[in-house]
């Protein structure tokens, strides 16, 4: 299974559908030729596993890809509620600010937690592959 960095405050659900979902969102991130409907695929993929933290991480960033940044906020959400926030979900909370006009609120959120230069954003942000980095 394919993890990203979460400290757990709750239990995750057992789910094992999780990495069939997790494969098919990185398949159509890795595909650089598709710049649209990764939502679909991610909202599909939070029905069936609602509680996992990773599925809903690469839900908010298909919605940004999808320019729909209200609905990547909701999905940050739903982990902020159960999980402590990773510079990933900050960087991806930035992205869906700045996309939803709140220019002001994304810049200080990245001065804060220090996501300001290349070096801090690779790390956090390697999800979408080398085909999205200059995205």
Request: aromatic fraction near 6%; charged fraction near 25%; glycine fraction near 6%.
């Amino acid at each position: 299974m394919r993890t990203l960095p979460h400290q757990v405050l709750l239990p995750v659900e057992p789910s094992g559908d999780a990495d069939l979902w997790l494969d098919r969102l990185s398949a159509a991130f890795a595909d650089t030729g598709c710049d649209r409907g990764f939502l679909a695929i991610a909202e599909a993929a939070v029905d069936a596993c609602p509680g996992d933290p990773n599925v809903l991480i690469l839900a908010a960033m298909a919605a940004i890809l999808d320019e729909r940044p209200e609905r990547a906020l909701v999905f940050l959400k739903r982990i902020s509620k159960r999980y402590i926030a990773t510079p990933t979900e900050r960087l991806l909370q930035a992205l869906a600010l700045f996309q939803d006009g709140k220019r002001v609120a994304a810049r200080t959120l990245l001065e804060r937690h220090e996501l300001t230069d290349w070096p801090a954003l690779s790390r956090c942000f390697q999800a979408a592959g080398a085909g999205r980095d200059g995205w």
